[in-house]
């Protein structure tokens, strides 16, 4: 059996290509990346390491060759360019005839999700299922990392957490876990043409997030509900483009158009990403990690936001 991952250069990719090394043979693993080079270390353990980018489709027929199972992993693009992208990924699977599909999706995938990034992967979901090849979406919810390491740090840096999703909930799930559904879908067996919501333990309001945040720094953090209007105000005075031209790259302080992050905050309040599940214990049979577990991990990068406050103030 070869499975192969593509995208294998990124975080979720490389640990994806880790836990598989401790149930696979090296030469049953062939990593897809833009830059194989980065991938020298996985070829060293024997791993077949090839180029492929889903912008340029000539180098997809060989990359894709000769598989059996394959860890689709979306894109870190948004708009057309990801349309674009998984488009040419999901013709060049279907000619190399590969034999079943995993698909990193997202939790409330569907084209009529306001969450531009949430639409665009209903819309790869679709032309997933017109190939007829077995697929499993793996339908991620939010990453748990993404707040410990990024949202988390600046609110205690500015004590504010300004956000337009009101009191709508998610259920904040970790990279960590989703990798480990990937590998147990890869590995195991009966998992064709099945739907995954990898979820947390529990529902969470990003007002409780902040609460969190506060408790875990030591520090007060403002929750500050706001309008749409707002917060597009806010990302137009930090430079942020509101929409992609072209292809980009997205010039400004956040690699996002604020679009895409003002309609996945639109999409959070109307309960769109409301989705709590047990499919993470079903498939790796133990509990999914909690944002609490996430804030213990990152708990260096959250002193060194609340050290840099002490600071300026
Ligand atoms: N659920 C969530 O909250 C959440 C959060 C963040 C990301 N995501 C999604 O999950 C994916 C993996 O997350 P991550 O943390 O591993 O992100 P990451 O470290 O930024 O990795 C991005 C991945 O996208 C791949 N990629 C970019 N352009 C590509 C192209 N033209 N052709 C083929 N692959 C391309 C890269 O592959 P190479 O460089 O190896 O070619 C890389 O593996 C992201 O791309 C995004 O779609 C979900």
């Known amino acids: 059996m070869k499975i192969l991952v593509t995208g294998a250069s990124g975080q979720f990719g490389r640990r994806a290509a880790d836990l598989l090394l401790e149930v696979l043979e090296p030469g049953e693993l062939v990593l897809v990346s833009r830059r194989p080079e980065s991938l020298a270390d996985f070829a060293r353990r024997g791993v077949e390491v090839r180029a ?6 000539h180098t997809l027929d060989s990359a894709f060759a000769g598989i059996d199972r394959l860890l689709l992993i979306s894109t870190d693009s948004v708009g057309a360019k990801r349309r674009r992208q998984h488009g040419n990924a999901i013709a060049a699977l279907k000619r190399a005839g590969v034999g079943h599909i995993i698909y990193t999706s997202f939790i409330g995938a569907s084209v009529d999700n306001p969450a531009i990034s949430a639409s665009e992967h209903g819309a790869t979901e679709a032309l997933l299922r017109a190939t007829g090849i077995p697929c499993t979406f793996l339908r991620d919810s939010q990453y748990s990392e993404a707040i410990a390491q ?100 997205i010039a400004g302080p956040i690699p996002w158009p604020s679009e895409e992050m003002v309609s996945f905050e639109r999409a959070l309040r109307e309960g769109y990403f409301a989705v709590l599940s047990d499919d993470v214990k079903t498939l790796i049979g133990r509990p999914p990690i909690s944002l609490r577990q996430i804030f213990e991990q990152y708990s260096a990068t959250i002193q060194a936001a609340v050290a840099a406050q002490s600071v300026a103030h």
């Open 150 to 249: 990024f949202v988390a740090p600046d609110a205690l840096l500015t004590g504010r957490w300004m956000t337009a999703t009101g009191e709508g909930q998610i259920g904040l799930v970790s990279r960590e876990d989703c990798v480990a559904c990937a590998v147990a879908v890869l590995t195991g067996s009966g998992h064709e043409n099945k739907v995954y919501n990898l979820t947390g333990p529990q529902l969470l309001s990003y007002r409780q997030c902040a609460q969190l945040t506060a408790e875990y720094g030591g520090r007060p953090v403002e929750y500050i509900p706001c309008s749409e209007e707002q917060k597009y105000a806010f990302f137009d005075a930090l430079g942020v483009p509101r929409r992609i031209e072209g292809d980009g790259p």
């Open 52 to 57: 492929g980018d889903f912008d340029q489709p």
